[in-house]
DNA sequence: TATGAATGAGGATTCATTCAT
DNA sequence: CATGAATGAATCCTCATTCAT
């Protein structure tokens, strides 16, 4: 019931954005009555909550793979691993992730998924620290927000081909640790 | 009085977003009765199209500014003009930005708001073109993206130091279009 | 089981009064699932009834032990009885039965509880008949009335002092029948 | 627009009672939108308020005015005076009188109309103690207490003859203050 | 033209009641 | 019998839009 839900919800925000983004609208689209949904969530905003909590579980479990050998790989190899991982999360629901990350952002986030974030920040950081990236915080910030940014809009203009949308992100990624191509 | 409601609009949406942007808040804001909002603004979404289309406006004023000389300068510096162009306009109000992007994704967008993102995305696609850059159009997409990406998400952190940012972005930039850095 | 969901409700009105009263709500401070509340009472109108009976019930009781010997007491010693029981029965849960009261003058009451109500009053107004008191039955309405004011709003305020309230009751009932103090 | 928002709170009121006071009702009922509604009133909790600051000024307007002479008079004539003022205040719309003194009782009270009810009180006491009634506050007390209940219960019974029910609240309340009737 | 009161459809949430297990 | 998940009508409140002044 709560997949079913959370599916319905994601379903109409993919549709309609935020703004056909209501309790009467995602119960229907469930199948469920509008009190089984509150029944599940507290409320609207609880809903969207758990849709971002389990999207950035998610990207989190995907960096934290690549992240767990960083040590026994090469900062190219982990790079690339992080964008693998961000681009698998991110392509295939491009207008969901679009909603999610400005309700994201406006929304009062509560603890738990701040706490998430900031520890997507510090895997990402901890990793590109290991390999003598100068100012990790930052880079990390950046190197998500370029790829964020380049995915998304690869997603939205139907982009499907992993591998190109791989290699161009790539080179941005690159270029901005100051590793060569040939690496 | 158009000036005073787009203001108030811009306000309105930096403040809280649009789940805060009504007529009611926007006309009070601005000083003005909501009848003359709908004096001059056919309605909600007018309003916010009119602020999508000025933004963007200013940022094809800036990108053609430097679109205008790309054929007498090389690559590294129209690029370089494009994105002081874009950092420029984009990191001082980023919450503005963000809600106007949202906003721009989702809605129903106008005719003339379309051909101004197009026109927008062929200047600086022809300016790559010029020097060489293959699938330019995709090019200028993912620049666009790439920059956006990351100079918002640096807004929001509230960076103001342009030097540093316009750094880190040409750093990107230049990997993705293989320009080396001492180039 | 019974006794349990009925203290639940009453605690519930307390706390709350009529606003919080809601069936679900007394389940769970019963401790007993909402189907069992509706095995034992057949809507939440029942359960309410069946409170203000109990109330009702037991003030007769009272009323009645006092009213069983009136033949046998002069008319002071029996209204001291009638004040006593009164005060005994709704000083505790003044907010209880402010409750109770306010939904049995709102509610449509069933036969039932008409008929006690009625027959309280009988039982006070004819002890006041049997020692000449004129218009026995609107002396009765006005002593009940006067008594159930002078106790809620004291038990409101907090007062848990019998004594002193009694003695207050006496003197305006003592008053209203023309009953010398000394006497 | 705000009287007939009121009086149509009023008349549901009396007609069903806090159970039946909605805002769609009330809008309805004073031929009006609910919009309307909320243009006068921040909530329906506000209406209600309203209502019993309304009531209440009233009341205290008529005790004021019997206790501005009360250094001229003797107590009798002083607590003639509140209880012709108490009556003429209540008797008319019993069943609107109680709903709000239910609702006074149970709802979180704005400060004014704290203010208001302890002036009230003030009001009352200052005149007795002026007569040397001992614990002038509690008697100011018991006395409203007294004369609440006795004419919010006649009204309930559909009592319209002042005089009577003026002289039997008379009886009870110079019993009380050990006033001889013949005084 | 400017105003802002009025409208009412839409959307969040609650809660009495039912019923399959 | 007991349970409690499911239902959906009812209710509070907001806000885009209109229109009389």
Redesign the interface.
Known sequence: MVEAILEAAARILED????AFNTNAVAERAGVSVGSLYQYFPGKTALLAELIRRRRSELMDGLQREAASAEQRDLPSVVNGFIRAAIAHQLDRP?LA??LE?AE??LPIDAETEALKRSIAETVASALALHGVPDPA?AA??L???????V???G??GETDTTSLER?VR????????IG?NA
Chains 1, 2, 3, 4 share one sequence.
């Not at 309609?16 to 703004?19: N, T």
């Open positions: 309609g954005g935020l703004a207008r679009t909603s400005y952002m406006m930052t910030r950046d998500s927000a370029l790829t964020r940014g380049m998304d809009t690869a939205l203009f161009r080179r941005a990624v690159y270029g901005y640790l100051g191509l």
